[in-house]
């Protein structure tokens, strides 16, 4: 089982590939699919670190999908 900063790491990257890199074309977080990216090695990534990441992310993200 994947610990719990790989997982809101996993969920973040996801919604950084569908609705900031291929919606809006850019990264927003640099180097977290290498990080948490599906069939990467195993990582204990820093909670606070992935916790930024995710709102950082859904925070670009819902700027995109509220216009």
């Known amino acids: 089982m994947n610990c719990i ?6 969920l973040a990257n996801q919604e950084q590939a569908y609705w900031v890199l291929l919606a809006q074309e850019r990264t927003v977080v640099p180097g977290l699919n290498d990080l948490a990216g599906t069939g990467k090695p195993a990582s204990t990534p820093p909670l606070d670190e992935m916790w ?3 709102h950082t992310i859904t925070q670009t993200a819902d700027r995109y999908l509220t216009l």
Do not use: L, M, Y
């Open 52 to 54: 930024a990441a995710w």
């Open 5 to 10: 900063s790989w997982i809101v790491g996993h």
